[in-house]
């Protein structure tokens, strides 16, 4: 459901079995966080940029860390800009408008709210702010040339993108931050530094000017340090290569790096002795049929039980040998990409692989793990 209006009661709660009984006395309190008992890297920072080559999960990485960062009573807004509506998904909810909409409760009486931002509502709404042209922006989306607008001057696209969640952050009422954070989640790495650093892309636009003022407070957001830009990863080559790629982008821009979260990490099932044999072909055969066997997974006719005589033990074994060997090698390629990883000097959070899939409960999952990790 769209949740602008509904009752508290309707919201959706956290999900997993005994949730309640979870947050009903959280470790480290609430009371306890406020103290600084319990260490948050990100203490100042107020938008949380979150970018990450295609697949690796940086929108479900935005959906949990803009939970986590709700919990104890936070108000956060998170916010994309792609137009894929891929957060309304996460959350379960119809597909969102240009409205800040609330999605989810946090533990601790916190809220997440959500905005798709649309550049072409974006700009109607900037000709309103500064020229009061809303009618004649209306107007001028019926003819085509709001998106003309937006579409062949992708710099003043992007102004309006980081503008509306620059907007969110300053936004005050009655002296007080409306939102204790936001989180935006940005286009993919390759093209995160150019996306954030408007100035650079408008100034062959507008060298005054609205316009340029908008680009101008916009950085003074983005590379203050109340940013961080954080960087969604795989133990895979290519992703890995990109993360390091879009860290010297960010830095040679100016701007502010933030953490890299490695997702969907597999844990060993094997131990060091176990994967090196395994690698090398030298897993004990007789051993594993035995075992096999014993366990009742193999007959002692040396077949596979239940196959009624249609796979072999033998066959059984190399199968899981080559298995063993797939997962050794997968481990060890994890294990040098982790090194190029740290090599970076960013601190660095890690998420599980969810062999199921990723659904509600599983974002209050997440966002527990990087809460317990300080990343909120």
């Known amino acids: 459901m769209i949740l602008g209006t509904t009752e508290a009661a309707d919201l959706p709660l956290d999900p997993r079995p005994n949730a309640a009984a979870t947050y009903a ?22 938008l949380h940029v979150v970018t990450g080559k295609g697949g690796t999960g940086k929108t479900t990485m935005a959906a949990s860390l803009a939970l986590a960062l709700a919990t104890g009573g936070k108000k956060v807004l998170v916010v994309e800009v792609e137009a894929r509506q891929g957060l309304a998904q ?64 992708p710099g003043v696209r992007d102004v309006l993108l980081t503008g509306k969640a620059k907007e969110a952050v300053r936004r005050k009422v009655d002296g007080h931050n409306v939102y204790d954070a936001v989180v935006m989640d940005a286009p993919p790495t390759g093209r995160i530094a ?6 650079t892309e408008v100034a062959g636009l507008a060298r005054s000017g609205p316009i340029r003022g908008q680009a101008d407070a916009v950085m003074e957001v983005i590379a203050s340090r109340l940013t961080a830009v954080h960087l969604v990863t795989l133990l895979e080559e290519m992703p890995v290569q990109e993360t390091a790629d879009g860290v010297s982008d960010l830095r040679a821009a100016g701007l502010p790096v933030g953490g890299i979260v490695v997702n969907q990490v597999r844990r060993p099932l094997l131990s060091t002795t176990s994967q090196t044999k395994a690698r090398r072909g030298r897993l004990d055969l007789e051993a594993m049929a035995a075992d096999l066997e014993k366990v009742g997974v193999t007959t002692a006719g040396g077949w596979l039980a239940g196959s009624h005589g249609a796979l072999s033990t033998s066959e059984v ?60």
């Open 194 to 199: 150019r996306f954030l650093n408007v100035n």
């Open 25 to 46: 006395h959280p470790v480290p309190t609430i009371a306890a966080d406020d103290a600084g008992a319990r260490s948050v890297d990100w203490p100042a920072v107020r």
């Open 317 to 376: 074994v190399t199968a899981l040998a080559a298995e063993a060997a797939d997962h050794a090698e997968r481990i060890d390629l994890e294990s040098r990409e982790r090194d190029d990883i740290e090599a970076l000097g960013r601190p660095t959070y890690e998420l599980p692989f969810l062999a199921e899939g990723v659904d509600v409960a599983a974002i209050y999952e997440l966002a527990d793990l990087l809460r317990s990790q300080g990343m909120a």
């Open 90 to 153: 996460i959350f379960d909810v119809p597909p969102l408008p240009y409205a800040e909409r609330r999605v989810a409760v946090a533990p601790g009486g916190g809220e997440v709210f959500a905005l798709a931002i649309d550049p072409e509502d974006a700009l109607i709404e900037y000709l309103e702010m500064f020229y009061n042209l809303r009618r004649a922006g209306t107007a001028l989306r019926k003819m085509g040339a709001i998106d003309f607008a937006t579409t062949v001057a």
